[in-house]
């Protein structure tokens, strides 16, 4: 069975403090890695993603996120957080043999403290 | 590229109506699009695959007669709910799957009164 586990629903840092946000995931096959960003009442944003290649992947507003296939995970950190990073963060896999069906994590609520 | 739209952005309709809500792929084309909804709080629920072409494909316990799935072009996708009630208000979400990818587009607000 295919699954995604976000660890900690609510993450809260200090503004300029690391950001670091877990995510794992279960496959039988190599997985194709999201991590999405939600504001209220907005849709989806794409921070960045992992297909094949370098398993250190940088998105956009300073986010990357490491694949480490040994550990089924792919966690994604900011070195310094900004009160706009303040958001809803979802990580997803796509996986082949279900048709690149798409499967999230519950998602993890980012508060950042001024 | 790869831009998802929604039409409406919300919508407030009267408990027993029917409303629909649009989906395209601005400018790329699509044979598959995902019909999701989502809880407040809560993560993304995949609703339907929607096919073009062909009928959609519903996830288990998804009402296929209360919300109807028509993929009718490459870049069209609708979702119609019908016979609305309130436990139906809820944020939808449709993408479009470009390869390994979806593109997601902005999501409709559902209040139901």
């Known amino acids: 069975a295919q699954s995604v586990t976000q660890l900690g629903s609510h993450v809260s840092v200090s503004e300029g403090a690391l950001v670091l946000l877990r995510c794992n995931y279960s496959s039988s096959v190599p997985p194709y890695l999201f991590w999405y960003v939600q504001y209220p009442n907005q849709g989806l944003q794409l921070l960045l993603k992992?297909?094949?290649?370098?398993?250190l992947v940088k998105g956009i507003n300073g986010f990357e996120a490491e694949f480490k296939k040994s550990e089924t995970s792919f966690h994604l950190t900011k070195p310094s957080a900004h009160m706009s990073d303040a958001a809803e963060y979802f990580c997803a896999v796509s996986l082949s043999n279900t048709g690149n069906q798409f499967y999230f994590g519950t998602g993890t609520s980012l508060t950042v403290i001024p | 590229g790869a831009v998802v739209s929604q039409h409406p952005s919300r919508v407030i309709c009267k408990s027993g109506t029917s409303v629909k809500i649009e989906c395209r792929s601005l400018?790329?084309?699509?044979?598959?699009m995902f019909w999701y909804r989502q809880f407040p709080k809560k993560s993304l629920m995949l609703m339907a695959t929607s096919n073009e072409g062909s009928k959609a494909t519903y996830e288990q316990g998804v009402e296929k007669d209360k919300f109807l799935i028509n993929h009718a072009s490459l870049t069209l996708s609708t979702l119609t709910v019908t016979s609305a009630h309130p436990e139906d208000s809820s944020f939808y979400i449709c993408?479009?799957?470009?390869?390994?990818?979806?593109?997601f587009g902005p999501g409709t607000r559902l209040t139901v009164t």
């Open positions: 992992y297909t094949t290649g370098a398993t």
């Open positions: 400018d790329f084309q699509a044979t598959t």
């Open positions: 993408s479009a799957r470009v390869a390994y990818e979806q593109y």
